[in-house]
Structures are given as C-alpha cells and as structure tokens.
C-alpha cells in the first residue's frame, strides 16, 4: 500500500500529529480508501485493518472472520470513508449503461453504502460508508 501522507512523512510526525492526520489515504493500483476527517493512527497497523484488491476493498476483515469485535464506531478506522475502485469497466452498450449504474448503486447499498459516482471515463466507482460494522 502506498498512503496520504506517505510512510516517512508519517513517520516524522509527532505524536500528536499522528493523533489528528486528516483525510488519510491508504491507496494502491486496484483502489483507495479516504478516511474522512481527523484519524488517530497511533497503535494502527494499517496492513493487518486494510485489505484492498481487485474490484474490493474490505477493512477489518480478519477481525470479522475471526468474529472479533470492531473498535467503536468513530473510532480507529471504523469511520467514515469515502472508497474508490479503480479499473470498474463497463464494456457492454452505451444505453445499457444506466443498469450497470444501477447494479452497482444496489449492491452498495446493500451493504448500507452510499454511492456517489461511477465515472465511465477513469473506469472508478466512488461511494462511502458511515462505518465498518457489517458483516458479509
């Protein structure tokens, strides 16, 4: 993973910058995921919370699937984040092109995200959830 701020710069931080990092970014070539707001990364180990691949991006998922609790809503990183798939091709006709719009915003909401955008151009779909507290 590649972040906002980068490693090094994080790593220079102080305590307390590391306490209040806004908009932290965890990225990589398949997606990001914005952490919207003031972060606390102290005593985060971001490989073990973030899991980001092609077409998916989970956060806590080895918590889920070794039923572990999730820290507090609001806390750590099981906030608010805006999440953006990259490479999310449409290749089937242009006038078909709204169910594909809609296909995506239902699963979306199916897992109680809020679709923002699929932006047929960069082939990215944008949308953000309040939290990390749902299971599969």
Known sequence: FK????????????YDEIENIYNFTVYNEYGSIKFLGVTN???????????IKENYIEVYHKRLSQNKDLPEIGTELNKNAEITLFNISYNE?????????????NKILSMNGKFIKYDVNKKHCIFTFDNFNFKK
């Open 41 to 51: 990364l102290c005593k985060l180990n971001i490989d073990e919370i973030i899991d």
């Open 93 to 105: 006709d242009i006038e078909m092109l709204e169910e594909f719009i809609k296909k995506l915003k």
């Open 3 to 14: 972040t906002i701020p980068d490693i090094v710069t994080v790593c220079r931080m102080s």
